[in-house]
């Protein structure tokens, strides 16, 4: 009880000691982003502080781009994709040089905090802010689900959801004209959504980069299935494993098997958040905010175990992110 009591004080105390932050979104946009960036805004607002909205990630950090953000600058936007703060790859923010340039424009804004929306890339953005004494929370958005310490980020579940929707409607055509379909979806490195939206979509074989299978494996698995009986099957590939386009021309060079190619490509990125994303972006940016009135200085958010989580940012860089083998054991269980 006495501890309880005593944390609620030095929240107070560090609540007050702030007065002003920014938010910005930055990298390759999520879906809930904006659910994100609202959350960031109202609970600020009613912790007292002042939010500035930063345009185009760090390009608008060091260009100057600020916007004072109000209750109404962040309406009618929880159910938008997207980013109404624009989103940027800023390879200017990657020399001192540049980063220097964003540090005098905080400074001259009065900014004591910053809330970082954005996949890894730009949480290596935010640990270089800190360097410079700004404190700084990144808040976990990428559909690539690949930011470690944390189990989910914004965009994932909503691009999960794209993904699963266009193969069921692959399969419809897949299934009338027996045909092989090669579904590719975005993950340069990371494999979650090929893997969960192949599981989800029931999919016969997934390719990912943490996994890499042999294209004979998938060969026997559609010769054995056509031996069944099987008159069509989807192949879902993760764009860092390989094009569709290419798994297409081996499955033909080596077994002979003709297949169909679909790139889901942007659409994967856009459209209308899904209720979870929207639900954990108010949680993470509502919590962002806290994490920086509690007086942390470099830390990131995330969720464990249902539970919202605050960390340091480091650990987002420490070891190998690992995959969930669970899942990819059980995809090739139930893909026989
Ligand atoms: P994401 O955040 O989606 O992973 P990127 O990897 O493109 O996207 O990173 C977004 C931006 O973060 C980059 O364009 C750059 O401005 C910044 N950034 C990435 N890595 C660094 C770094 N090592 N130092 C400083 N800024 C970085
Ligand atoms: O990081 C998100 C992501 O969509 C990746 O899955 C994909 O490889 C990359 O961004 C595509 O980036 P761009 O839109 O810059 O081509």
Redesign the pocket.
């Known amino acids: 009880m006495i501890a309880k009591a005593l944390l609620i004080v030095h929240r107070r105390e560090g609540m007050e000691a702030m007065k002003k932050i920014a938010v910005l979104t930055?990298?390759?946009d999520a879906p809930g982003m904006n659910a994100a960036v609202r959350a960031v805004v109202r609970k600020a607002i009613f912790e007292k502080v002042e939010v500035v909205g930063v345009y185009q990630?760090?390009e608008g950090l060091i260009e100057g781009e600020f916007e004072r953000l109000e209750l109404g600058s962040v309406g009618d936007i929880i159910q938008r994709g997207g980013t109404i703060l624009r989103s940027?790859?800023?390879?200017e923010?990657?020399t001192e040089e540049g980063?220097l340039k964003a540090l005098e424009h905080l400074k001259e804004e009065g900014i004591e905090g910053v809330v970082v929306i954005?996949?890894?890339?730009?949480?290596?953005?935010a640990q270089?802010l800190a360097k410079l004494g700004i404190p700084v929370v990144g808040v976990p958005a990428?559909i690539d689900n690949d930011i470690q310490g944390t189990e989910f980020t914004i965009g994932f579940d909503s691009a999960l959801n794209t993904v699963v929707e266009a193969i069921d409607k692959i399969r419809d055509t897949a299934s009338s004209h027996e045909r092989t379909f090669i579904v590719e979806v975005m993950g340069r490195d990371a494999g979650d959504l090929a893997l969960w939206a192949g599981l989800g979509g029931g999919a016969e074989s997934i390719l990912i980069p943490e996994d890499p299978i042999q294209v004979s494996d998938i060969i026997d698995r559609l010769k054995k299935g056509t031996e069944r009986g099987k008159m069509h099957s989807i192949i879902v590939v993760a764009e860092g494993v390989m094009s569709a386009s290419d798994l297409s021309i081996i499955l033909k060079h080596e077994g002979g098997i003709k297949a169909r190619v679909s790139v889901l490509g942007h659409m994967q990125r856009g459209g209308s958040p899904s209720a979870r994303d929207r639900v954990i972006a108010s949680r993470y940016g509502a919590r962002a905010v806290e994490v920086l009135l509690e007086g942390k200085k470099e830390t990131a958010v995330g969720m464990r175990n249902h539970r919202v989580v605050d960390y340091p940012l480091q650990e987002v860089f420490e070891g190998e992110r690992v995959l969930d083998e669970t899942m990819l054991k059980l995809s090739k269980e139930l893909s026989i």
């Open positions: 930055s990298g390759g990630g760090y940027a790859r800023c390879p923010f990657q980063r954005g996949g890894d890339g730009s949480f290596r953005g270089e990428t």
